[in-house]
């Protein structure tokens, strides 16, 4: 019988593509999100994709009771992936409380709920705003945390030590904590991407509204960084890369492949790309020159991090294969499709 997996936040970006990755993989995949930064619609293009309706539920993980009767309606999960939390940093730092209790009331619902309906597995969304301004690049998962430099950034580190506190307990559960560097990118079909609510605040939707006429301009937050070109450099990664590793974690920890009831990976590329070198690869892939201008920098930014993404390419056997300029014409081809349905 194929496994269950429960996606939290499974309507969302980076959730409605590992929930199409999962299934054709062969889970059996059950979602709930509050559909506060997303929309149901996301459910009818994951079954364009696969073929297969997830059953969804509207569920808050902030609510204990509906998520208790959730798992009573629903017998059998094996694992879950958490993918929902509030994910702005501006907003965090405007709306601090909104931020811890979303995101740790959340974790310690799930937590508490998973010995109880016998749910085996975590996989955990994390981020590498973990690190903060790395001393040295690529970074691997050995580095120093740095103190957070957001209530967002804060609860994800938080997330991760109340996981680690909770299996050093003797909690009957394993967790992967995927740490994730700057996903982009849709899925090829473009039945499902990133849709971004109001004015977006990552630079590749900024991009290609801009590139589509929603916004005139691309702002470029600082060229006097310590870098080749001055702008600064992120690791990004493709969003489909980024779901199958979520596949491969979970497959590790059902099938019991580690010894380790809990492990910590980085997922990127390896590679870092500067705002202007992103910019030119997608001047390039769509043949349309970009409006933008260069502004100063953005409070908070980092300079310059890449990851070291070498653990989870030899542990877990992934690796982050696609192509800058496929996975920029994906997210050309999502901001189009976005346009024919009249969305954006
Ligand atoms: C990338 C680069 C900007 C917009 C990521 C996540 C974020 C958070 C932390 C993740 C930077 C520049 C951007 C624009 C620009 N949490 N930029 N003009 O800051 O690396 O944040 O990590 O867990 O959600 O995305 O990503 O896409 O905002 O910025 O010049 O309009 O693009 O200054 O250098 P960032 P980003």
Redesign the pocket.
Known sequence: MAKKILVTGGTGYIGSHTVVVLQEAGYEVLIIDNLSNSSIDVIEGITRITGIRPVFEKVDCTDMDGMRAFFEKYPGIDGIIHFAAS???NESVRKPLLYYRNNIVSLLNILELMPEFNVKGLVFSS???VYGEPDKNPIDEDAPIKPATSP??NT?QINEEIIRDYIHSGAPIKSIILR?F?PIGAHPSAEIGELPIGE?????P?ITQTAIGIRPY?????NDYNTPDG??I?DFIDVMDLSRAHLVAMDRILEDKSDEKMEIFNLGTGRGVS?MELIRVFEKVTGKPLNYQIVG??EG??EQ?WANPEKANKVLGWKAETPLEETLTSAWKWQLKLRERGIM
Do not use: A, E, H
């Open positions: 994910k702005s940093v981020s590498c705003t967002y950034g994800k994730y700057n977006p605040q990552n630079l590749v900024y691309l702002k470029v937050f600082g702008t600064c992120r705002v920098r953005r930014d980092i991090i």
